[in-house]
């Protein structure tokens, strides 16, 4: 039977419709579509070093080795872990870390570059690679101004340079993964005058056609700045506000599938993962650890919808979950977080023996403790260990948490990591409970 022209016309519009709301999901669900977030960490700078290296390389014959308690000497170091495809592993000063031999073990490292002299990454850790068949060069100076010539000199001519301070790091980890990408080494300079290494080495290297400034005239002067060939200054009054002055500036030489999240407070985890931010041309956002200053957030909100992953640098202890979900709009990848008592007297760290690295932490209460969730920062090296899920300080009972070479777990002792954690020249521990509130200072 033939049908009514109605009939076709209901069925058109029906059609019609039906594919408008379909066109529709599809768009809103592409338009509130956050990316997968991840976090990188370890209970050290040692074990997260380890971590990014083992996430961005199945295989890698070249590594760059730095002092992983202090930032100077290792600031200049992204370019030349890019030129090499290597990671960035970070080690203690008299030994190397165990973990850090373990990945380079891991990875089939055959040849590793020293950022620094024998006073931060001493003879002894470059016997100890010798041993284990790796090749040794390593880039030193006098202090860090000279190291990062040392290692400039590495890269061969070059056409664009970036110049930061030498006495902070956020700065030089904010240029870092795009200087990398652009073969540019990192210059470090004292905010009022040239040292004479970058004097010779800008004497020797007529092909720099741009000199990337970073900081204002507190950070290095006018008179410093019109020492380096066409210089472009990027500024901003706080770190953050340079951060993002920075990404912003290499916009369009950024892959924005990946953003790597770091704590602006401390060098170590952002150290390493300049390298792997550069191996994927990706940004690095600096943040506090709760809150976002008004040009990240805004930074942000523009790239996360383009971005496939973000990817965190670091435990809870420096960028909290809480900030993560600000960020997504939505809950973070969930991390188990116990109900304990965050303002119980009961629970204090009671020692720290700093030369055969032993915290004893005390429960003088009546009841046991959950401490799961809860953190202990070394505050000198920024080292940070987790309490694991179900960890019980029992009512009246010592628990200890131990590290480097000879310590192990036993009944009530946690062991923290195989490597050395405190330093002996004075270093203060700080409890955390799961809240992120102080419950204890030692001394």
Same mark, same amino acid.
């Given at each position: ?197 970058? @004097? ?8 720099? !056609?741009?000199?990337? *400034? $970073?900081?204002? /005239?507190?950070?290095? +002067? ?121 303002? @119980? ?8 023996? !700093?030369?055969?690295? *032993? $915290?004893?932490? /005390?429960?003088?209460? +009546? ?77």
């Amino acid at each position: 039977m033939k049908k009514s022209r109605f009939k076709l016309r209901s069925y058109f519009y029906a059609a019609a419709i039906l594919l408008a709301l379909l066109i529709q999901t599809v768009y809103i669900g592409k338009a509130i579509a956050s990316p997968a977030n991840h976090r990188i960490a370890g209970y050290t700078q040692y074990d997260t070093s380890a971590s990014i290296a083992e996430e961005g390389w199945a295989q890698s014959d070249y590594a760059v080795l730095a002092y992983g308690e202090n930032f100077p000497d290792a600031l200049a170091a992204a370019p030349l872990a890019k030129k090499y495809d290597a990671p960035i592993l970070l080690t203690q000063k008299q030994v190397l870390t165990p973990i850090i031999k373990q990945t380079l073990q891991s990875l089939g490292v055959k040849n590793v570059f020293i950022a620094g002299g024998t006073a931060v990454v001493s003879q002894n850790v470059e016997n100890e690679l010798k041993a284990m068949g790796i090749s040794v060069s390593r880039f030193a100076g006098n202090d860090q101004y000279d190291t990062a010539i040392e290692i400039a000199k590495q890269l061969g001519p070059v056409q664009e340079i970036s110049v930061v301070t030498g006495s902070d790091f956020s700065d030089a980890l904010s240029i870092a993964s795009i200087s990398a990408v652009k073969n540019a080494p990192v210059i470090l300079v004292p905010s009022d005058h040239i040292p004479d290494s970058v @004097s010779s080495y800008l004497a020797s290297n007529n092909t720099i !056609l741009r000199s990337y *400034i $970073v900081g204002n /005239s507190d950070q290095i +002067s006018e008179t410093v700045s019109r020492r380096f060939p066409y210089p472009e200054r990027i500024s901003g009054n706080e770190k953050y506000t340079r951060n993002i002055a920075v990404l912003k500036n290499f916009d369009s030489s950024y892959n924005f599938a990946t953003i790597f999240i770091a704590t602006g407070n401390g060098f170590a985890d952002a150290l390493s993962g300049t390298a792997y931010a550069a191996k994927l041309s990706a940004p690095i956002v600096l943040v506090e650890k709760s809150t976002l200053s008004s040009e990240t957030q805004g930074y942000l909100k523009a790239k996360i919808s383009t971005s496939k992953d973000l990817t965190v640098l670091g435990g809870e202890a420096v960028i909290s979950n809480s900030l993560l979900d600000a960020i997504l709009g939505s809950p973070s990848s969930p991390s188990t977080q116990a109900n304990s008592p965050a303002s @119980s007297d009961a629970v204090k760290i009671s020692s720290v023996n !700093l030369n055969d690295e *032993i $915290v004893t932490i /005390s429960n003088s209460g +009546s009841a046991d403790i959950d401490l799961t969730g809860w953190y202990l920062v070394s505050e000198q090296g920024h080292q940070t260990f987790s309490f694991p899920s179900g960890t019980i300080i029992k009512a009246g009972e010592p628990l200890k948490i131990v590290s480097g070479p000879k310590a192990v777990a036993g009944t009530d002792t946690l062991l923290w990591t195989k490597g050395y954690i405190w330093n002996n020249d004075g270093d203060p521990g700080t409890l955390y409970d799961s809240q992120g509130q102080v419950i204890s200072r030692y001394p």
